[in-house]
């Protein structure tokens, strides 16, 4: 089945450094990526969606200058976290899609952000 | 209204027991339906696509009503091993539109 490849699985850094988390689709082209965040017993939230070769688009709320997504090639898309907070602690999950026709998302295993 | 709307339980059942979950969206031309289960602290993982005529896999049904607008799924001989949210998500006519549910939480008890 397809897959989706999330690095790094978790990450602790100092307050005000920039976090780098890769998303990368293995055995298909994702025309289409998303990012999400998920707080402890919540649900997902969505934060933007990727489009290969063109800007994402950000949810309202999301800053898009605090949280940059680069979606460069049809196979990897990147969220850095800039200037990270520790209100920015969280799971950060990337899901993509070939994006045609009835094409599920397929999620990354996560990326679970401490910031401190 | 939310696009996608799913009651967040919790739902907790005895071993055993048959459970069942709906999700409704407000897209009627929504064209492709799915559910997914996410474990705690994990990443959600395709459990089933819901077709149409609807689908069985095992001890689960998916069913869709574009009538009512909603999707079920249903769950039979619950396993402790079932207790994870369901989320169901739901793609809009545009095909690159994704909606989801908050969830529903369930809880197999032995």
């Known amino acids: 089945g397809a897959v989706v490849s999330q690095h790094p699985s978790w990450v602790i850094c100092k307050s005000g450094t920039s976090v780098k988390i890769e998303c990368r689709s293995l055995?298909?082209?994702?025309?289409?990526m998303f990012w999400y965040r998920q707080f402890p017993k919540q649900s997902l939230m969505l934060m933007a969606t990727?489009?290969?070769?063109?800007?994402?688009?950000?949810e309202q709320g999301v800053e898009k200058d605090k949280f940059l997504i680069n979606h460069a090639s049809l196979t990897l898309s990147t969220l850095t976290v800039t200037s990270a907070h520790p209100e920015d602690s969280s799971f950060y999950i990337c899901?993509?899609?070939?994006?045609?026709?009835?094409?599920?998302?397929?999620f990354g295993n996560g990326t679970r952000l401490t910031v401190t | 209204r939310k696009e996608v709307e799913q009651d967040p339980g919790p739902f907790n059942v005895p071993e055993g027991a048959t459970v069942a979950f709906n999700c409704t969206y407000s897209?009627?031309?929504?064209?492709?339906f799915f559910w997914y289960r996410q474990d705690c602290r994990k990443e959600p993982k395709l459990l089933m696509s819901?077709?149409?005529s609807g689908n069985e896999d095992g001890r689960f049904t998916a069913q869709l009503n574009r009538a009512s607008q909603y999707i079920s799924l249903l769950i039979r001989d619950s396993k402790l091993s079932d207790s994870a949210t369901y989320l169901c998500?739901?793609?809009?006519?545009?095909?690159?539109?994704?909606?989801f549910g908050t969830g529903t939480s369930l809880t197999v008890i032995p």
């Open positions: 055995d298909f082209q994702a025309t289409t």
């Open positions: 899901s993509a899609t070939a994006g045609f026709g009835n094409s599920p998302l397929h």
């Open positions: 897209n009627s031309a929504s064209q492709s």
């Open positions: 998500v739901v793609i809009a006519n545009t095909g690159n539109q994704f909606y």
């Open positions: 819901v077709y149409s």
């Open positions: 990727s489009n290969e070769g063109s800007k994402a688009t950000y």
